[in-house]
């Protein structure tokens, strides 16, 4: 199976930065697609930003210019550099990875890290 773990969620106040980390692990073959979503109380679940193996990103309009996805694939890990936060973005953000583990694909996610704009 696979595990992803996040990292770097916490408390800021507006305007400031997070890092979130998160790392894949498992009888990996290939990881096609990384990303990261979030979700407000009351809200759905929604796409923050992802990345392909070659470095394609996609990002929500709403975060556009203040947020950055990266990836290492030697360590099989996204990040999401957040700057400018505002307290909209307050929400638990998820990693996601489309993977395939030998003949097989799917998707897995994290189990989440809070991240909370206020001040």
């Known amino acids: 199976q696979v595990q992803l773990v996040e990292s770097g969620g916490g408390l800021v106040q507006p305007g400031g930065s997070l890092r979130l980390s998160c790392t894949a692990s498992?009888?990996?073959?290939?990881?096609?697609?990384m990303g990261w979503y979030r979700q407000a109380p009351g809200k759905q679940r929604e796409l923050v930003a992802t990345i392909t193996g070659g470095g394609s990103t996609n990002y929500a309009d709403s975060v556009k210019g203040r947020f950055t996805i990266s990836r290492d694939n030697a360590k099989n890990a996204v990040y999401l550099q957040m700057d400018s936060l505002k307290s909209e973005d307050t929400a638990v953000y998820y990693c996601n990875a489309y993977v395939r583990i030998d003949t097989r694909s799917g998707g897995y996610w994290g189990q989440g890290t809070q991240v909370t704009v206020s001040s």
């Open positions: 498992g009888s990996i073959s290939i990881i096609y697609l």
